[in-house]
């Protein structure tokens, strides 16, 4: 039986130190996933679609037409198969994500936490079903 592929897991918005964070507890969580940044909406366009998961900045880092990360999540998750999910601390960012199309996230602080891991783990099985 061939090993299942490693998930590919897109950071949207992160700056560097952020970024380097995220990687540390995604692979305590997933083992080796494949990690792909996006800092732009071209960068977006061009990775979501191969990406398990999108991990939403709430305040976007890079080159994009607004530094909302729960507006990007409005306007992609209509149609992007990849579930979106906002990083954010604050409760009533993560209900306003979740109202426009996100899956449920987490913030910083909790980012070790095992509700985190089984959110993480969660997302990435729908995004397989799907």
């Known amino acids: 039986m061939p090993e299942p592929e490693s998930p590919t897991v897109l950071l949207v918005g992160h700056c560097f130190p952020d970024q380097m964070m995220l990687k540390s507890a995604l692979g305590s969580i997933l083992g080796s996933p494949t990690i792909e940044k996006a800092h732009s909406i071209a960068e977006l366009d061009e990775h979501l679609p191969g990406a398990d998961l999108a991990l939403v900045n709430r305040v976007l880092d890079g080159s994009f037409p607004s530094e909302s990360g729960i507006g990007l ?19 009533e960012s993560q209900a306003e994500a979740e109202a426009a199309g996100a899956v449920p996230g987490f913030g910083k602080t909790a980012m070790y936490a095992e509700e985190t891991a089984e959110r993480i783990r969660n997302a990435i099985a729908s995004a397989t079903r799907a």
């Open 73 to 91: 999540i409005e306007t992609y998750s209509g149609t992007s198969k990849t579930p979106l999910m906002l990083i954010s601390n604050f409760p």
